[in-house]
Nanobody
């Protein structure tokens, strides 16, 4: 399984960015897809995930600002990030979890929020 992420970059506080992640390869028994992030000097943390049944989970820090959605036909998950804050600055990693408990990770895309 390969995960290709895109959409990171520089945004001003209050601005928006949209991340995309497309999965390819032998994709079987997917449980969820989503995003985690890691800021400098901090541990990687969950941002938002969407289960195959459509249930979503968000970190408290992004609720009301970020929206995760998926396109099953394209094996793609999106993260719409609005009202960005400097503390959202991090490397964002796409994640795909399968039924066996294996987690796949993308290469990471940098999001910088700064004026």
């Amino acid at each position: 399984v390969q995960l290709q992420a895109s959409g990171g970059g520089l945004a001003q506080p209050g601005g928006s960015l949209r991340l995309s992640c497309t999965a390819s390869g032998s994709i079987l028994s997917v449980v969820s897809m989503g995003w985690n992030r890691q800021a400098p000097g901090k541990e990687r943390e969950l941002v938002a995930h969407i289960a195959m049944g459509g249930r979503t989970i968000y970190a408290d820090s992004v609720k009301g600002r970020f929206t995760i959605s998926g396109d099953d036909a394209k094996n793609t998950v999106y993260l719409q990030m609005n009202n960005l804050k400097p503390e959202d600055t991090a490397v964002y990693y796409c994640n795909l979890a399968v039924l066996t408990g294996v987690n796949y990770w993308g290469q990471g895309t940098l999001v910088t929020v700064s004026s």
